[in-house]
């Protein structure tokens, strides 16, 4: 949550950061905030809502440092946004600093008078504190009194001709451009001037200068190989339909060089492979979009992967005591690999003996560094706040991670080439929903007047209805539930009526007759019901109001092919409700608190 930038260099600051403020607006959009260094000047701004300049030089100056802001502590108001200032230092943070209560009071008894409701400001308070004429000296004591997480950049005329950061448990890379030093919370504000980044590790902090950086220990310069383009809407409305149209590629890229006839080659497993022949049970773990990948995985490592498996939430699981051997293995699913709640119940499993992999998307993300093999969705870099492509890339990993188990295990090479010349086809068949997509729009038009949706699916759809319904509620403020099917009986069934439409995932799979039996209990009630069912099922266009049809496929993959027209229902949903769909009110795209 927040954005963080800054550059140092030769070039006029203001564009630059602004430019990078608007990669990161999906981190935070409450407000924003920026300050410019030219020598003793300093040029402050900040503005409540999004950013809508396009970054003309409004101030001169090298040195800079801006803020997008998701409000934790303190509302959503100009005084709160950053950066924070007192006394000519300022700073700019994304984090939680749990004991600002205490420091803050102690400050005021000093005759400290605060100008913000932010925990953030007391960084600045402390910085004045304790500065002797050395801004890094000054921030490595003041950050020693601090109890919390952050990923910081500050600034001041008093030192100048440099930025200071400093990182705890929230993501801070470098970028090293020829004309100076970049900071950023991630590589995606950054690849418009490099390739080249560094990754700070928690507890580090940095010094850089237009033409040196200094860190407290060597590291190793990365390079990322996502393109500028990608992360541009290009002709698309909004990132998350431009992203919708990439799930196709997404699974294409996800499986690229990594399938062979009667098993999988994936390079992040190998040296994990004789733990992974011992593991007796695997564990799943994500949040929000995260969390029903996970649960897929949880059906498939079962099915094909022959192994128990586990699916939790990280916000859950990491305050719960599971007992965890080392005869175990837990996998982290995420986008941005740097979910709050997520790395906390790595660091559990990990403190336990598990065995920790990742299946992230962001390339160099704490998930990657804190796990002990995984591998990589390449979907590229997802901007939406509602997560679609990184979503079908996880469950096309999780996929080909339960094949390896698998293959492992029991599964058959006879069966393990089905499943594999499938995933081939898979690409394909997705490509033919996306074209179907004015369809699925016409079908939305006679539902907006709703107010309340049910999802229902079983076994491996069973996790995709959810996903359904989050999409739906995430992004057009529409009140939607998952469900599986045969859980309607048991309480939801209550609520259906005329008045609440019933979203019925039925592929023709092994539970397809108890799904149609949950749609016959539905239009009993007088709910209407939208089927997404396999193409030539002319039966069910019978019973229900409405049916998207999608390519017939194995049931273990039915889950990729049901997902992509539900991403598609919401995107038009919201659409026609003219919400804003890539930064829905109150969320943001990477949750790195609590
Ligand atoms: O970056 P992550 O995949 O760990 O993010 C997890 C969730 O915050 C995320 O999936 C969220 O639920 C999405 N906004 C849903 O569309």
Redesign the pocket.
């Known amino acids: 949550m927040c954005g963080i930038i800054g550059y140092i260099g030769e070039k006029q600051a203001y564009p630059i950061v602004i430019n990078g403020l608007k990669k990161l607006e999906y981190r935070g959009y409450d407000s924003y905030g920026i300050c410019v260094l030219d020598n003793e000047k300093v040029f402050l701004k900040k503005r409540v809502g999004q950013i809508l300049e396009e970054g003309e030089s409004e101030f001169n100056g090298c040195v800079s440092i801006g803020h997008d802001r998701w409000a934790s502590t303190g509302g959503v108001c100009e005084k709160n946004a950053h950066p924070h200032e007192y006394n000519g230092f300022y700073v700019v943070h994304n984090g939680i600093i749990e004991n600002y209560k205490e420091l803050k009071e102690d400050l005021i008894k000093k005759g400290h008078i605060f100008n913000s409701d932010t925990d953030t400001e007391v960084i600045a308070h402390l910085i004045s504190e304790e500065f002797n004429g050395n801004l890094e000296d000054a921030a490595r004591k003041a950050l020693k009194k601090i109890i919390g997480s952050y990923g910081i950049a500050v600034v001041s005329p008093k030192d100048k001709d440099k930025i200071v950061i400093a990182k705890m448990s929230s993501p801070i890379i470098i970028g090293i451009c020829k004309d100076g030093h970049i900071v950023a919370s991630d590589p995606s504000a950054v690849i418009d001037y490099t390739k080249q980044i560094i990754t700070l590790d928690d507890g580090e902090m940095a010094v850089l200068r237009k033409d040196s950086y200094m860190i407290l220990k060597e590291k190793k310069i990365e390079t990322i190989d996502w393109e500028s383009d990608s992360i541009s809407k290009g002709d698309y409305a909004h990132y998350m339909l431009k992203e919708i149209m990439e799930e196709s590629k997404v699974i294409e890229s996800a499986t690229m060089g990594r399938l062979l006839d009667n098993n999988v080659k994936l390079g992040g497993l190998e040296s994990s492979k004789e733990r992974l022949e011992e593991a007796n049970k695997i564990f799943l773990i ?8 996970a649960k897929t995985g949880e059906y498939l490592m079962e099915e094909i992967g022959g192994i128990d498996a586990e699916a939790h939430m ?1 916000s859950e699981i990491r305050y719960r005591n599971p007992r965890l051997d080392r005869n175990e293995a837990a996998i982290f ?7 709050a709640d ?1 790395l906390a119940a790595l660091k559990k499993f990990k403190d336990a003996g598990v065995l920790t992999l990742g299946v992230t ?2 390339i160099g993300s704490t ?1 990657t560094r804190e796990t002990e093999g995984g591998v990589y969705t390449r979907c590229g870099p997802e901007i ?5 492509k ?2 079908i890339g ?1 469950i096309t990993v999780l996929t080909m991670i339960s094949i390896f188990l698998g293959r492992q295990r029991n599964l058959s090479e006879k069966k393990a080439e089905e499943v594999i010349k499938e995933l081939r086809d898979i690409p394909f068949k997705a490509e033919l929903i996306l074209n179907n997509r004015e369809e699925i729009n016409n079908i939305v038009q006679k539902y907006l007047r709703f107010k309340d949706f049910w999802f229902i699916g079983r076994k491996f759809n069973y996790p995709i209805a959810m ?1 359904g319904a ?2 739906l509620k ?2 057009s403020y529409i009140h939607a539930e998952g469900t599986p099917g045969g859980e309607l009986k048991h309480g939801p069934l209550a609520l259906i009526d005329e008045n609440c439409p019933t979203v019925a995932l039925c592929p023709r799979d092994s539970v397809y007759d108890k799904m149609l039996s949950n749609i016959e209990e539905v239009k009993a009630r007088n709910g209407k019901v939208i089927a997404i069912a396999s193409e030539g099922d002319n039966k069910i266009k019978e019973i229900v109001d409405d049916v998207i049809y999608i390519p017939k496929t194995i049931e273990a993959l039915t889950p990729i092919l049901t997902a992509i027209p539900l991403h598609l229902f919401a995107y038009y949903f919201a659409l026609a409700l003219k919400r804003d769909i890539d930064k ?1 009110r109150n ?1 943001a ?3 790195t608190v609590e």
């Open positions: 994500g949040c929000g979009t995260g969390y029903y990948a990280g699913v995420s986008q941005s690999g740097e979910t997520n998307n962001a998930q939406a706040v509602a997560s679609t990184a979503f996880q996903e989050l999409k995430e992004i829905p969320l795209k990477s949750v």
